[in-house]
């Protein structure tokens, strides 16, 4: 049996193969290894009733993982996952190469990732490059589900948001500056948090002011990230999130405008990366 894997901040989802039956699919919390530790992250999987049974049958874990862009931090993981999966061989990468192995296949192209956070890297059809990018939501992360939920916060608490939208934003979150620090400075993923605003974006994406916040963050991680490599026009950009997915045609104007080559929009790469790994594993054993 083959569990793959594809873990953002938020959320995690996983598929496993059965034999003679459709694929298991269930959801943890996001497991990003900057925020969790391998206890934590045992611990989360020891709480998934679906996949314990299962536990000493697989053998072979495919993880594409947020945060897993070092040897330490994927290590984390992988020590955490072979508690749970004994026998099974373990494979811990980042989850922009799940996002590649979906979009891409095996052809060239850039992918980039717009969820609660964003990177993006380059696929020749088999590696993965990336360059400077991927700092995360202090430093970077622009136009993700965190950058945005910090513009919002932001023009709340400095009073700079619309009064129509100050009004709705109020009521629905209650919040003041001490919550908020709180919640940034002092909780377990910050970033998620800041995330977690974009479902006001959605409830009110046809407000002129989400609309330019829309717009702006999109045009910036178009020129921080995309123009920055010298080749940009000549291949294809494939998009993998929600914040992508749920706001397709802001992005798809803001790349026309500056000449991107739009390729697939994914809200999820689960499916497409879950047949792609299982696909070539089945080869190589049949080869």
Not at 150 to 175: N, V
Request: with cysteine; charged share 25%; glycine share 8%.
């Amino acid at each position: 049996m083959i569990l793959v894997a594809d873990s953002g901040s938020s959320n995690s989802d996983w598929m496993l193969n059965l034999p003679d039956s459709k694929p298991l699919s269930f959801r943890t919390k996001g497991l990003n290894p900057f925020f969790v530790n391998e206890k934590e992250i045992a611990k989360v999987m020891k709480e998934v009733p679906e996949i314990l049974p299962y536990a000493n049958e697989i053998h072979e874990v495919y993880f594409f993982g947020a945060g897993c862009v070092t040897p330490d931090r994927r290590e984390i993981v992988s020590n955490a996952l072979t508690e749970i999966f004994p026998t099974a061989f373990i494979n811990v990468e980042s989850d922009l190469l799940g996002c590649a192995y979906a979009t891409c296949g095996d052809k060239k192209g850039y992918v980039s990732t717009i969820g609660t956070g964003s990177d993006i890297g380059f696929f020749d059809g088999e590696h993965l490059t990336t360059g400077v990018h991927g700092v995360g939501y202090v430093l970077g992360d622009e136009g993700s589900g965190a950058w945005f939920g910090k513009q919002l916060i932001t023009a709340f608490l400095y009073d700079k948001m619309p009064k129509d939208l100050t009004k709705k934003f109020s009521e629905q979150y209650r919040l003041n500056k001490d919550i908020v620090i709180k919640n940034v400075y002092q909780r377990d993923r910050p970033n998620a948090y800041l995330a977690s605003f974009a479902e006001f974006m959605a409830e009110n994406r046809l407000h002129p002011y989400i609309d330019t916040l829309l717009r702006n963050g999109f045009d910036e991680f178009v020129r921080t990230n995309i123009m920055t490599y010298p080749d940009y026009w000549e291949y294809k950009v494939h998009f993998v999130g929600r914040i992508a997915y749920h706001f397709d045609l802001q992005l798809r104007e803001v790349c026309e405008v500056l000449g991107v080559k739009m390729g697939a929009i994914l809200k999820s790469p689960m499916e497409h990366l879950f047949h792609f790994i299982v696909d070539r594993e089945t080869k190589l054993i049949q080869e």
